[in-house]
């Protein structure tokens, strides 16, 4: 079935990839070798100074900062007691069994 739609005739060729398919290869897969470079390894810029990249790296921090959305008092008094109950249940849930385990060795092995 398959040779009979390659060798229809029609001009048209089987995409052999889902990229294909989709139309984002312009150009067939490279069939030896790796081909030529990216485009972005081609036109990438000298190293820039470590400082300058700090200063950059800062500036991003703070730009991202600014989108965050900070919750409310309320929230905030809501979420801290939500984690302290929960991580109060479970040193509870810790120690009890710590016990029931330790009541059961000395049950078992005697003092």
Known sequence: MTEEREASGD???????????????SSPAPTEGKGRATAVRDARPAKVS???RLARFLREVVAELRKVIWPSRKQLVTYTIVVLVFV???VALVAGLDFVFSQGVLFLFGT
């Open 11 to 25: 001009g048209r060729e089987r995409p052999r990839t889902a990229a294909d398919r989709r139309g984002r290869r």
């Open 88 to 90: 109060s249940f479970m």
């Open 50 to 52: 470590l400082p300058s």
